[in-house]
């Protein structure tokens, strides 16, 4: 059994769809391919192999390398020479070296600002860190104590000064737009209706009792 | 047609001072063809192939000295050939930066965009189904199918037992009728 019938047999217990699709291969290679290959390939190892640049050029275009390098291009007359005593004068250093320009450089005060700023930023917040609490001087005292000290405050202001303060805050009157007087008895029999008469007797006497002390 | 000159004969004209460009087109006119297919299977592209194709025979030019006789010629540029196929691939996806899934979609679009393309024929559908398989099947399939190597010389291309071979041939084979099958 050759290789190729023995491939097919292996398919057909595999995959019989795929033994029965024809071997046909569908793909085209350029015309004349495979019938340069071969020089093309000793042309890349020749090339790859090749010395120098001369060299190559030989390989690569014969009529090329054949040609003269001569520049047809032209030069002002005395060209070169005007160029050399540039050079020399560089090579003795009689120029002005060159400004360096620098991409960014703030002036001196701004960069100044800056510092100031940020380490007066980090000392307030240092300190507002490491301090300690402020003591409430009032919360160490006692009722008593401060009520001495309150005493001997109002000790302190005269008669007259007093007289004054009271005067000015009697002028102050409430606004109540609800007097006494305006309630009616209709309203109160309303407002009283829903409490029992029991708590109302209670209310009275006690309210009656505390009348006849005063 | 002139006959093939054995492989031993071409050597020994390659190592021998003088004929060394003439055993070396002998060889590169023996296998080129063989070797175009193997890489193309892989890459695709005619431009992709040729240029893997040279970078074999390059790297055969270099190395042919080296090469000791302990296999045959044949096994041993299929192993040069798979391996820069395999480096080609990789290299693309690294490129192109994108999941080796994505290149070998992109294979796909490539079977598509041939001008002979047509979806309703087998061998290009059978062409699409061998791109969905994943890079290793790929191989083993198209060096079984299309070759038709013995598993004892596919051993030697992909350094693989015989038995996993097998195994993966017999993967291949069913995911391409799937594919087949279902589109």
């Known amino acids: ?214 | 047609m002139p006959l093939e000159q054995a492989d031993e004969l071409l050597l020994m004209q390659f190592r021998t001072e003088g004929t060394k460009e003439t055993g070396f087109t002998a060889i590169v006119k023996k296998y080129q063809e063989k070797l175009y297919w193997h890489i193309r299977r892989m890459v695709v592209d005619h431009d992709d192939t040729n240029d893997v194709l040279q970078n074999v025979f390059i790297k055969v030019w270099n190395g042919l000295n080296n090469f000791r006789e302990d296999s045959r010629l044949y096994t041993w540029l299929y192993k040069i050939a798979t391996n820069e196929s395999l480096s080609f691939l990789e290299q693309k996806k690294k490129k192109a930066a994108v999941p080796f899934g994505d290149v070998e979609e992109g294979l796909s679009n490539t079977i598509k965009a041939d001008k002979d393309f047509d979806a309703a024929k087998l061998e290009w559908k059978l062409q699409l189904a061998i791109q969905q398989l994943p890079e290793r099947q790929r191989l083993v399939f198209n060096l079984r199918y299309y070759d038709e190597m013995p598993y004892s010389e596919i051993s030697q291309i992909l350094e693989t037992s015989e038995g996993a071979l097998k195994a993966s041939y017999h993967h291949a084979a069913k995911k391409i009728e799937d594919f087949i099958l279902n589109h």
């Open chain 1, 1 to 214: 059994m050759n290789r190729r019938k023995e491939i097919h047999e292996e398919l057909k217990d595999i995959a019989p769809t795929l033994a029965g699709i024809d071997f046909q291969y569908p793909y085209r290679v350029p015309t004349g391919y495979f019938n340069s290959l071969a020089e093309n390939i000793m042309l890349r190892i020749t090339l790859e192999n090749a010395g120098s640049a001369k060299e190559e050029l030989e390989i690569i275009s014969p009529l090329l390398s054949s040609l003269s390098k001569k520049m047809p291009f032209s030069t002002p007359e005395g060209y070169f020479d005007s160029l050399t005593p540039d050079i020399k004068a560089v090579k003795k250093g009689n120029h002005e070296p060159a400004r360096v320009v620098k991409m960014f450089q703030p002036e001196r005060r701004f960069r100044l600002a800056a510092a100031a700023v940020t380490i007066g930023i980090i000392g307030i917040a240092a300190w507002l860190f490491m301090r300690e609490p402020v003591a409430d001087l009032n919360a160490s005292k006692t009722d008593t104590e401060v009520q001495k000290e309150l005493k001997a405050k109002v000790s302190e202001i005269s008669d007259s000064e007093l007289a004054n303060f009271v005067e000015a805050n009697t002028n102050i009157t409430f606004t109540d737009s609800t007097s006494v007087a305006e309630i009616r008895g209709e309203d109160v029999k309303l407002m009283l209706a829903d409490i029992p008469d029991r708590e109302l007797e209670e209310y009275l006497h006690q309210n009656s009792v505390k009348e006849k002390y005063n």
